[in-house]
C-alpha cells in the first residue's frame, strides 16, 4: 500500500511538474490582437495583412503560424530586427499602424514585446563586411 501511495504521489508530481513547465506561444496573443477585424476603433491588421485576401501592403498569412512565419522572414528580418525597437514595435508604437485603426494599447504593445524578446535579437543585424588580406 505504502509502495502504490509513493507511485502516485511521484506520479503526480512528475506530470505536475511537466505541465507547470509547459508554455503557450507569447505570440497567440498578439495574434488575438492582430486577428480583430479592421475598423475605426480596431488595432487590429485582419483585412490589409492578415485574411484570406488582403487589401493593403505584405501579406503575413491567414492563420497563427502562416502570420507568425510572415512577420519573422518578411524581408529577410528586418521588420522585427531590433526587438522592441523594430520597424514593427514602431509603427504600432507611433499609431502609423493600423491605418484607419486605433494604436495599440501600452498593455497590447507590451504583449508584442514579451514575443520580439522571444524571437528577436535586440541589437540591429549588422551586414558582414570582407575585408581581404594580402598573402605574405
Excluded: K
Excluded at 42 to 71: K, L, M
Excluded at 113 to 134: G, N, R
Amino acid at each position: 500500500m505504502t509502495r502504490n501511495v509513493a507511485g502516485v504521489a511521484i506520479s503526480f508530481a512528475l506530470g505536475f511538474g511537466a505541465t507547470a513547465f509547459a508554455q503557450e506561444n507569447p505570440f497567440d496573443a498578439v495574434f488575438a490582437i492582430m486577428t480583430q477585424d479592421r475598423g475605426r476603433d480596431s488595432p487590429g491588421c485582419r483585412g490589409c495583412h492578415i485574411g484570406e485576401q488582403p487589401a493593403f501592403g505584405p501579406y503575413f498569412g491567414n492563420t497563427q503560424d502562416e502570420v507568425e512565419n510572415g512577420i519573422i522572414t518578411y524581408d529577410g528580418g528586418r521588420l522585427i530586427d531590433g526587438g522592441r525597437d523594430s520597424i514593427l514595435a514602431n509603427y504600432l508604437r507611433e499609431g502609423v499602424m493600423p491605418l484607419g485603426g486605433t494604436q495599440w494599447t501600452d498593455c497590447q504593445l507590451e504583449l508584442l514585446f514579451l514575443w520580439l524578446d522571444a524571437i528577436a535579437s535586440p541589437y540591429p543585424i549588422i551586414e558582414a563586411v570582407s575585408y581581404s588580406s594580402p598573402m605574405r
